[in-house]
Nanobody, 127 residues
């Protein structure tokens, strides 16, 4: 059974930090780029960041570049998203997703080309 288990959301003040984790099981970790989408109320879903071991690549949406860092622990099949300097506009439900590296869109995107999704985790940044 394919699973993407996300954790690490919460409430933080502006300027603070959170780390999200996504643990994958049921598929070959290296075959996919894994990362995060987010969706705020009334807004389009947005690709935030992804990482590919096959292509040795990390990608970020412009809105988070320089503040968020994605990494992976391949032995644990886990991807991390370290979020620093958080802003109220980062408030959203964050979804872990896995898909072909070439199909990731970092920015506004429905995410329809992703193969697997985890349940969302809420991130709330207060001003």
């Amino acid at each position: 059974e394919v699973q993407l288990q996300a954790s690490g959301g919460g409430l933080v003040q502006a300027g603070g930090s959170l780390r999200l984790s996504c643990t994958a099981s049921g598929f070959t970790f290296d075959d996919y780029a894994i990362g995060w989408y987010r969706q705020a109320p009334g807004k389009e879903r947005e690709g935030v960041s992804c990482i590919s071991r096959t292509y040795n690549a990390t990608e970020y949406a412009y809105s988070v570049k320089g503040r968020f860092t994605i990494s992976s622990d391949n032995a644990k099949n886990t991807v991390y998203l370290q979020m620093n300097s958080l802003k109220p506009e980062d408030t959203a439900v964050y979804y872990c997703a896995a898909g072909e590296y070439r199909l990731w869109v970092l920015g506004p995107d429905s995410g329809s080309r992703m193969d697997y999704w985890g349940k969302g985790t809420q991130v709330t940044v207060s001003s």
